[in-house]
Structures are given as C-alpha cells and as structure tokens.
C-alpha cells in the first residue's frame, strides 16, 4: 500500500477558519499524522513572523515553509520559543536583492500604492507609505500585517536590506490592472494576486519549490506529499504533489488543478474530515529516503 510522508497545509482558507483559528478537530488529525513519522509542513505566503501562532494553536511545533516558499525553518522542541526565529534552524532563504527592491519601489510610487517588505527574522514588516492618505489607508489593513513600521522615503526604505517577499495593496477594484503592470515589469518575478495586494517573490519561488527543498533534506520525495489549499499560491504545490486536495472554499482555478477537492470547507473541519479518512486506511508514514543535513 503506497503511504504519504509528508503533509503540507496551507493556513488561511484551509487549517484556519474565517477567526483565524485552527479547530480541535483539526488539531487532532494533524497530531496523528505526525504520529504516524510522517513529515508535517506549515506551507503559507505569510512571513514566517505571521505563522508561528498557527503551531501554537496546533500545540506542536512543525516545519515551516514561508512566504510562499522563499523561506523554510525547522520546528523546536519547546513550543514557547516557535516565534523565536533566533533558535530555528533556516533550511533555505530566497531574498530579493538591492535592484529588484528598487524596481518593485519604482513601480509603488508610480502607481501610488503602499508597498509592504518582510525580511526574515525581522519582528516588524517594513511599510512604504509616502502620501498622508497612503498613511491612513494603511491603518485599515492593521489587522493583517505583523507590527510594522512605517516609512515615508523611499529610499530609506530600500536600505532595509533583502526581503523574502515584498507586496503592493491595491483597492480590491484595481489587483488586475496592477498585476498585469507588474508582469510586465518584472516578467521574471513570481507574482500571485490577491483581492487586496500582490505579492511578489523571487524568481521560480513557490511553494511546491520549497517542499521539493525540504523533501530533498529531510529524506522524502514530492510524489509522497499530501497538499491541502486554496488560493492562487497553492496551483503549484497541488499540481506536483502525490495527492492534492484543494478545499471545497478555493478558487476555480485551484480545484481545476487538484487531485481532489475536499468534502467540507474550512468552516467545517474539511482538513480533518479527509485525513481522518485517510488515517483510518494507515495512509501516512515516515519517509524511507536517507536524511541529509543542509
């Protein structure tokens, strides 16, 4: 019987409901899938700063795969130091460099949109806001961004240093028009639109890149990963897994790329519902690869 050895689970739209909370019920699924030695990965487009809580939630610690791939950490055994980036071994970093912040800051400033920098290990995201208005408008997405610091050059901006993602918000009305612009600007930056913003990583990063990344390291293969997601940050890593689930909640386009599409949402346990399926068939195990140290 072919078993899975790696798990990798999307957080916002697929392990965490509308309040950003993970279900016991999910918790519970999750824990026996880690049980079982199989490998289990956070893999999200949030900055690693803005994953953590989700472990603590989940009350283990697991690898992370970050900002859409462009970085991974290894999990600790004391659960009170998860958002600790200090003491979490860094598999892999993807930053984006001097030039390609500067372009992406030419760009926010030409379209006049607010422009957001997270760089790894760095408590606080880095927010361009150069107008008064930019300034207030960047209050109603409080909610969403870590702390942040708020600049108003830009070119004090750009001597932040190297991001693992950097992103421009947009009205809601407007994401295309400013993809589009974008993927004529920087055609050879990984791009993925949002209702609000688009966010921008380095070249050929992406999630399923990242777990190939880990895999490589930790002594599986992506044909024996389980995916779950939603969002346009997901196509990939579902289209190259063993076996891709894209909740029942996604985009068209992501259940069009899926192996499966989950029963329930991620308002009604639809992670947990198909893992505990999937545990009852003794489908998950620990990777049989030789492990390697990076």
């Not at 830009?154 to 421009?168: N, S, T």
């Not at 920087?186 to 895999?215: M, W």
Request: hydrophobic letters at 45%; one cysteine or more; charged letters at 20%.
């Amino acid at each position: 019987m072919r078993k899975f050895s790696l798990l990798a689970l999307d957080m916002d739209g697929t392990v965490l409901d509308g309040r950003w909370k993970v279900s016991a019920r999910t918790a519970a699924a999750v824990a026996r899938v880690a049980e079982s030695g199989a490998i289990v990965t956070l893999c999200t487009g949030r900055a690693f700063e803005n994953t953590h809580f989700v472990e603590t939630q989940l009350g283990r610690s697991l690898f992370c795969i970050c900002a859409n791939g462009a970085v991974a950490v290894a999990p600790v055994k004391d659960l009170t130091q998860v958002g600790d980036a200090s003491v979490r071994t860094v598999f892999f970093e993807h930053t984006l460099d001097a030039s390609k912040v500067k372009r992406i800051v030419d760009v926010a400033t030409e379209l006049g949109l607010i422009a957001a920098l997270y760089r790894h290990g760095d408590p606080n995201a880095h927010i361009l806001a150069s107008t008064e208005l930019q300034r207030q408008q960047v209050e109603t997405f409080r909610r969403a961004f870590l702390p942040f610091e708020l600049h108003s050059s830009p070119r004090d901006f750009e001597a932040i240093g190297p991001p693992v993602k950097m992103l421009l918000l947009t009205s809601g009305t407007n994401s295309q028009k400013v993809m589009q612009h974008c993927q004529g600007v920087f055609p050879e930056l990984t791009l993925y639109k949002e209702r609000h913003f688009v966010d921008i990583c380095g070249a050929s990063v992406n999630k399923a890149a990242g777990i190939k990344q880990l895999c490589k390291a930790l002594g599986s293969h992506i044909e024996e990963a389980v995916c779950f997601g939603d969002g346009n940050n997901d196509i990939e890593f579902l289209q190259e897994a063993g076996l891709g689930f894209a909740m029942a909640n996604a985009k068209l386009e992501v259940k069009a790329v899926a192996n499966r599409v989950t029963r329930f949402s991620n308002e009604e346990d639809g992670v947990a519902v198909e893992l505990e399926e999937m545990l009852a068939q003794g489908l998950f195990g620990p990777p049989t690869g030789v492990v390697s140290l990076l």
